[in-house]
């Protein structure tokens, strides 16, 4: 404490305890001059400049972590704000990161629905487009041959009759008319039509899902483009959903229409089942205490009720049934075959081609200014830039500071 400082401070009127700031001071003196201390060491003035100087020695010591701290954040923020997006400034800036932006995300697709690739979404196993569009079209398969139509055992033969019973006509008995056989088979084929018009609408749903997800992260940062974006991919895929589920009522109606197949395995299949027909019809009509018959390639089918029909109907029931079990595993091994290869032809065309000229079309034919409303940022992205300008600048302001500090310290050691 300087002179002028003491004698402003003892020409106050201050008092401690009963006694004046003087009379501390005396005592202090007195009591300093009887210890046997150095009378260097001894004294509020060098007690004060003991504080100081342990004071500096902490700060000293604390400084070189503070300044660490400031600069990590500093540093972060930095980082951060340049990870950003660049503030756009014409419509030729907009033009080029909207084309970037369609170009990465066109990229992204092709790797995780055409080749497979899902390395940029390795956790997200929604995202892992191939596996899951495996796993449906399994799922598809499954449930077209386990639904009711696939029941070639039960009421055996019964609806085989019926039919050529209906379809009786002035004609040899053991003709066999293809309109009973066409007949069957568009019951057969109306009834599981539903299977594969649903399978479509799930398929390309999940299809939307995915292509959108990778739309919205690669335009994160422009809320008006993913609005578009999102738009035309809507727009799109809703075309293509409508497309497949015509192309899936044409193929249905095509198998009721026809009765046809060039697979060699329609002929085998066929014979192996018919070369059983002459046993069948023995133990139907003469072997009266057999209740039910084995037929390989089918199962054991139930016979006691059939023993009331005439043997020329019950062998052209059994050829019916026998020629519709061989052509119905072709006819639903061809609903699931088309259905592969039309996902796999309408996904690429997706990716590679339509998608890129809907959101184009979508973006920049429609004349609004939809480009340059991308020069808009945000009001979350445009807060977030000013709360990062400014702690960038605090930061930097007060490392200037802290370095000053520092080099006073170093200076004074």
């Not at 386990?146 to 006509?169: R, W, Y």
């Amino acid at each position: 404490m300087s002179n002028s400082s003491e004698n402003e401070v003892e020409s106050l009127p201050q008092i401690i305890g009963d006694k004046s700031y003087k009379e501390a001071r005396k005592e202090e003196a007195d009591s300093f001059e009887n210890h046997p201390l150095d009378k260097s060491m001894v004294g509020i003035p060098v007690l004060a400049q003991k504080l100081v100087h342990t004071q500096a020695t902490i700060i000293a010591r604390c400084l070189p972590e503070i300044v660490r701290t400031s600069n990590e954040k500093l540093n972060a923020s930095v980082s951060e704000l340049n990870r950003m997006p660049k503030t756009l400034s014409s419509v030729g800036e907009a033009l080029t990161t909207f084309m970037g932006i369609v170009g990465s995300a066109k990229e992204s697709l092709n790797k995780i629905i055409v080749r497979g690739d899902y390395d940029e979404y390795l956790e997200d196993k929604n995202m892992h487009c191939t596996a899951r569009l495996v796993e449906m079209l399994d799922q598809y398969s499954d449930e077209l041959h386990k639904c009711s139509e696939n029941d070639l055992t039960g009421n055996f033969l019964m609806d085989e009759i019926q039919v050529l019973e209906e379809a009786k006509g002035i004609q040899l008995p053991n003709f066999l008319s293809r309109t009973t056989f066409l007949a069957i088979l568009q019951k057969k084929v109306e009834k599981v039509s539903h299977i594969p018009v649903a399978f479509v609408e799930k398929v390309w749903t999940y299809i939307e899902g995915v292509v959108i997800s990778v739309l919205m992260h690669h335009s994160e940062n422009y809320h008006r483009l993913q609005l578009s974006t999102r738009r035309a991919s809507h727009n799109l895929i809703a075309r293509m959903k409508e497309h497949s589920r015509n192309w899936v009522t044409e193929i249905v109606q095509m198998e009721k229409l026809t009765d046809y197949t060039s697979n060699p395995e329609y002929m085998k299949d066929w014979n192996k089942l018919m070369a059983q027909q002459h046993d069948f019809t023995r133990d139907v009509l003469e072997n009266g205490y057999v209740a039910t018959f084995k037929i390989e390639g089918l199962g054991v089918v139930p016979i006691a009720g059939l023993r009331g029909y005439e043997q020329h109907v019950l062998l052209q029931a059994f050829d019916l049934k026998m020629r519709m079990t061989a052509y119905w595993k072709i006819v639903l091994r061809r609903l699931v075959d088309f259905m592969a290869l039309h996902l796999q032809f309408c996904v690429r065309n997706l990716v590679n081609k339509e998608l890129q000229e809907e959101i184009v079309q979508e973006l920049v034919g429609r004349h609004d200014g939809a480009i340059e409303r991308m020069l808009e940022e945000s009001p979350a992205v445009a807060a977030k830039r000013e709360k990062l300008n400014v702690s960038i600048k605090l930061l930097r302001e007060s490392s200037n500071v802290l370095g000053n500090i520092m080099d006073k310290i170093a200076s004074n050691v």
